[in-house]
């Protein structure tokens, strides 16, 4: 069994910064792609950001390219998402997620695992 723990969410205000981290349980970490997602009230859950086992490669979601960065740490058995300039719209529950396919998805279908997820509230 994996378990995800997310952490580092908040109250920020517009253009400020946050960095959520998020801790797996398990040996098998570095075999997996791992991924974060986002869900606001009234909307489904919607991509992030993406990043391969090895964290050579990585896949953002067009709404946050450039402002948001995905890193992971397979020493520490954690995945990291820096968020810059944040907006309002960027407001939700932030969740990482396990990915289960071999050439990485945007589709949350594609991720077995999930953690409790971190509300970030970006509000001036």
């Known amino acids: 069994q994996v378990q995800l723990v997310e952490s580092g969410g908040g109250l920020v205000q517009p253009g400020g910064s946050l960095r959520l981290s998020c801790a797996a349980s398990g040996r098998t970490f570095c075999s997996y792609g791992m991924g974060w997602f986002r869900q606001s009230p009234g909307k489904e859950r919607e991509f992030v950001a993406r990043?391969?086992?090895?964290?050579?490669?990585?896949l953002y979601a067009d709404s946050v390219k450039g402002r948001f960065t995905i890193a992971r740490d397979n020493a520490k058995n954690t995945v990291y998402l820096q968020m810059n300039s944040l907006k309002p719209e960027d407001t939700a529950v932030y969740y990482c997620?396990?990915?289960?396919?071999?050439?990485?998805?945007?589709?949350?279908?594609?991720?077995?695992?999930w953690g409790q997820g971190t509300q970030v509230t970006v509000s001036s």
């Open positions: 997620a396990r990915d289960r396919t071999a050439g990485g998805t945007r589709s949350s279908a594609g991720y077995d695992y």
């Open positions: 990043i391969s086992r090895s964290g050579g490669g990585t």
